[in-house]
């Protein structure tokens, strides 16, 4: 199978996962019968040799860079020609690409024979097999979580009530200076945070989606915190979420947070090689149907679901923060050990609110083992 992959390594999860450094410029990856290629330049030809000593370098001037540009060809055309020049180099007839594989340079490649086939699946799988490297910057991620979450708990534990509103430090604790707090924590410990991770209230007709939360936050309510840090050495991410109230816990919250931690359990207990996403999807949606409420199993179809489990049940965690495998109901394939999932079952009730609970596991041989279990998933602050 001949492979190839155009890209940076800062936006292609694809091509990132082949040569684990930062390049801010794209370039393109050959690979055909082992032998593993890359087009670069001078200036990046010592960085990668050192990162990734296996792989080829070819560079464009050995392919007639100067006499392209001798001929009038602009930058871009040169890159185009370049790659085609490239590939005619290694005796490429046909190859699959990712699905974001540049349209200009698959014409161009399509133009003198090559056949290009777009294959998601096949990328897919070749970054559920986590390198060293990868598994590193992920633990390194995870515990910038941890330690984020603990730091966002103490605020929220440490927070007075007054007027219905939660004040630290003399101010009104809010939204946004929980979010900094997180986000100065993870940068600390040299883990990215997006400025949009959720800090929001889940109280009374809440917000699903990624809606990330503003303004004070309330007591007796539910607060959901919901954060992504990205390892900046590996550019591999990390995921959980907990729900908190600060002050009194109503029946009716009690019962969702019961239920899902019911469901979280069950689902990270039955966690391990050869199961299917869609099985574990399944032991939540059975909880959650039980207790009365809706899944996405169970909506009238062509209908879009606003409350109950009105998601998924996770995902997989690597060099994007959503990525394979899937754990809903289009997931069949069977997990593999050194897969990373995030388990994240909620329910939301419109006149009561919503409780989310996630954390990040690799599946193992045995099992599984959870990165960011330490930080306990108490309700009550």
Known sequence: ?????????????????????????????????????????????ARIAQAAPEVERLLGDALGRDELISAGYSRTGVELELCVRAVAAMSLREAVVPPEFPVALADRLRADGVEITPDDTRFSE?????????????????????????????????????????????????????????????????????????????????????????GPLPVDTPILIDLWPQ????????DMTRTFVRGEVSDAVGGLYELVMSAHERSCGAVRPGVAGVELYELVCEIFEAAGHPTQRTKPPDKPLREGFHAALGHGVGLEVHEAPALGRTATEGLIAGDVIAIEPGLVVRSVGGVRVEDLLIVTDQGSENLTGMVPHELHL
Request: charged share 30%; aromatic share 4%.
């Open 1 to 45: 199978m001949n492979i190839l992959i155009y890209g940076d390594t800062t936006t292609s999860p694809a091509m990132r996962h082949e040569l684990p450094l930062t390049i801010g410029d794209p370039f393109l990856y050959l690979e055909s019968d082992g032998r593993r290629v890359v087009l670069t330049n001078a200036l990046e030809e």
């Open 126 to 214: 070749r970054r559920r097999r986590k390198t060293k490297a990868e598994l590193a910057g992920i633990r390194r991620a995870a515990g910038a979580a941890v330690e984020a979450m603990r730091e966002a708990a103490t605020r929220l534990r440490e927070a007075e009530l007054r007027d219905g509103q939660l004040w630290h430090a003399g101010e009104r604790l809010t939204s946004e200076a929980v979010r900094a707090r997180i986000r100065e924590v993870c940068g600390r410990l040299g883990a990215v945070t997006p400025p949009d991770v959720m800090v929001k209230t889940m109280g009374q007709d809440p917000r699903i989606g990624h809606y990330p939360g503003s």
């Open 231 to 238: 390892d900046e050495e590996s550019g591999c991410w990390a």
